[in-house]
């Protein structure tokens, strides 16, 4: 930006004054000596060029001050707080871009590695599930197959949390049974649910709907997995559908602890565990819900959550036919 183009309406406004005052003298006062005209403009004239000689020289110093800190990867928009400059905002705009893409591969690295970590972790997993049943103490054997299944069940969520939180969501959309997603979820979770005496209820009217199954079947895992860890005594799982026009609903409910009316509005937040984390019952990472509505979203589904402390939970899923 030049010296003149910055002050152009400046520059403007004064010779307007100029022209507007030499006029008023030259027509409405033509009693006065044109003298005395001559010698304020060479006076003004003197001095509007000391100004100038300041002005500029000031401004030469902030324009090579601005041209040194440009070549810096800092954000300089703070060094010029009266300056309304779009090449200083042009260049902060670059330099938060270079800073958002650098931690977007540093994140992306992050991520590849627990991944990869996960993957590694998995054979020794599988082998001490098969080496578990060789162990004689029954009781022993029951503690360390339920151990294992932990360890695998969050082992597999946080391969999954890896690949949500990536910039490439890989998602195929088509039409997909929901039985079948309901049946696998229902065996990835069955240890559990058996050890826990769970009974169940389900009837999904054998409907379909455009989803992607792995994900959806993900979602499934994690409702399924809270209704078996917040179960009271007598633990129960409901699971059915419903259809209304192009849309298909599915419903999961326990008959557990249920949620808090306090906290049932922020359950989806990330990181937040609830009124049930604090009474040091539960060790809950807030992660879970987050992530089951993150996909949900990516998917195109919708989701709500209705329940009373101490008799039940009920999700519903709204998805397109």
């Known amino acids: 930006m030049t010296y003149i183009s910055k002050n152009k309406k400046t520059i403007m406004f004064c010779l307007f004054l100029c022209v507007s005052y030499n006029s008023y003298f030259i027509f409405l006062l033509p009693q006065l000596k044109l003298s005395y005209l001559l010698y304020l403009d060479f006076l ?17 110093k902030k ?30 705009v670059c330099i938060l871009q270079e800073q958002l893409q650098k931690q977007i591969e540093l994140n992306v690295d992050v991520q590849d590695y627990i991944a990869k970590w996960c993957h590694e972790v998995k054979i020794p997993l599988a082998a001490a599930l098969l080496m578990y049943s060789k162990i004689e103490d029954i009781e022993l054997r029951g503690l360390m197959h ?8 969050q082992l597999k969520y946080a391969l999954l949390g890896c690949k949500v939180q990536s910039t490439i969501f890989d998602i195929q959309i088509k039409l997909v049974n929901i039985d079948s997603c309901v049946s696998i979820a229902i065996h990835n979770n069955q240890f559990f ?53 192009n849309k298909a609903c599915l419903y999961i409910k326990d008959y557990g602890e249920g949620i808090q009316d306090c906290d ?16 040091g019952r539960y060790r809950s990472t807030g992660m879970g819900l987050y992530m089951v509505k993150k996909i949900i979203e990516k998917l195109g589904h ?3 959550v209705e329940s009373e402390p101490e008799r039940y939970t009920q999700f519903t899923i709204e998805m397109q036919m």
């Open 146 to 153: 339920e151990q294992l299944e932990r360890m695998n069940h």
């Open 264 to 279: 049932i509005r922020r359950i989806f937040e990330k990181g937040f565990t609830g009124s049930n984390h604090h009474n």
């Open 193 to 245: 649910l058996i050890k826990n005496h769970f009974e169940m209820e389900i009837d999904t009217c054998g409907l379909s709907v455009y989803t992607d199954k792995s994900w959806f079947v993900y979602v499934l895992d994690q409702l399924i997995s809270n209704a078996v860890k917040y179960s009271l005594s007598s633990p129960k799982l409901k699971i059915w559908c419903s259809k209304q026009e």
């Open 302 to 304: 919708n989701i709500y």
């Open 63 to 92: 324009n090579k001050k601005k041209l040194e800190l440009m070549k810096c990867n800092t954000i300089i928009y703070s060094q010029f707080p009266d300056m309304e400059d779009f090449e200083v905002a042009e260049h902060d």
């Open 44 to 60: 003004l004239l003197i001095f509007s060029i000391i100004f100038i000689l300041i002005d500029y020289s000031t401004f030469c």
